[in-house]
């Protein structure tokens, strides 16, 4: 997950788009120092895009939230914190199924989502870096994300059992409700000791990466 990060220059920008299939989209990036020393920074990236697609009972909504903020109280010393918030309602398309053995025996927007069908997504990472200069040659960095996942699906998908037409045309069907949260964390920390000769840069690294996934009891 690559964040955009927090720039002393102030700057503000704002996007409209639309395109076909009623697809509307809108960005928002401002940033800057908050002081004039340029010790604290931030970033704020919003986006939103609503769009029917070109696949029947298919339509979709995001929303993104991503503000991150960066702190250099003393020289050598950086704290980078991000967070990210990234919402989705619309459907699960499981894409485009074969007829009679013929790939295109289907119109590509034919789609077998029922209207009922939804998928809802939440998606939150938090995530923390700090850089920690120890000398002129040596380094800590020491990184620690959590991400939250929630996800509500309900869908209609085929059994496949209409693929060997004439023989059977009928497309029969299962339902699948599912209702889920997850949980993952992740920390890395390293020491790093780098030395500039006059033909090769020495470079060593030494630390640790601990990771740790769990579903909710309640799945």
């Known amino acids: 997950l690559v964040t955009k990060k927090p720039k002393v220059a102030k700057h503000a920008s704002i996007n409209f788009s639309v395109g076909s299939f009623e697809t509307y989209r809108t960005t928002l990036d401002l940033g800057g120092a908050v002081d004039t020393a340029g010790k604290v920074l931030y970033r704020l990236n919003v986006g939103y895009e609503n769009s029917r697609t070109f696949r029947d009972v298919n339509q979709r909504k995001s929303i993104l939230l991503a503000p991150s903020f960066t702190f250099r109280p003393v020289d050598g010393t950086q704290l980078d914190v991000d967070l990210t918030y990234d919402n989705f309602d619309g459907y699960l398309d499981r894409g485009l199924g074969i007829r009679g053995n013929d790939f295109y025996g289907q119109p590509r927007s034919f789609n077998v989502n029922q209207p009922t ?4 997504t939440n998606f939150l990472t938090m ?11 040596m380094s800590l960095h020491v990184h620690y994300m959590k991400s939250i996942y929630t ?14 037409a004439p023989a059977n ?4 069907m299962r339902f699948q409700s599912k209702q889920a949260r997850d949980y993952t964390d992740n920390v890395v920390s ?7 000769g006059r033909y090769i840069q020495h470079e060593i690294a030494i630390g640790a990466d601990y990771a740790r996934y769990a579903g ?4």
């Open 117 to 120: 069908d939804f998928l809802k």
């Open 127 to 137: 995530a923390a870096r700090l850089s920690q200069r120890l000398s002129s040659h």
């Open 151 to 164: 996800e509500k699906l309900n869908e209609f998908r085929t059994l496949n059992t209409f693929a060997d």
């Open 169 to 172: 045309t009928v497309m029969n």
């Open 190 to 196: 390293y020491l790093r000791y780098s030395v500039q």
């Open 216 to 219: 909710d009891a309640d799945n």
